[in-house]
């Protein structure tokens, strides 16, 4: 939807990227329907190959805080997201 690409500023709900195509997927809850977000093909076959299980996330995304990072990058602790996550 033309509003909802506005709303996001015209990239990807996660990664905030724009696709060099100009083309983002409308996410949506696969139980309900209801639309989430549009998120770059990149960001969106994440979710989907991960289930889109909140628990699986946050382990991927505690794996790779414990992982070393090979760009020196700082990486918030999981403690620091919000207890609130629900899509």
Not at 39 to 52: F, I, P, Q, S, V
Not at 68 to 85: I, K
Request: hydrophobic share 35%; aromatic share 2%.
């Amino acid at each position: 939807s033309a509003a909802l690409l506005a709303a996001q500023g015209g990239v990807c709900a996660i990664c905030q990227t724009r696709d060099k195509h100009g083309r983002l997927a409308l996410d949506h809850c696969h139980t309900s329907g209801k639309v989430r977000g549009l998120l770059c093909r990149h960001c969106n076959a994440a979710l989907g190959k991960l289930g889109d299980n909140t628990s699986t996330i946050l382990q991927a995304l505690e794996y790779l805080q414990r992982a070393s990072s090979p760009c020196g990058r700082a990486e918030s602790p999981v403690a620091d997201l919000p207890d609130d996550l629900s899509w």
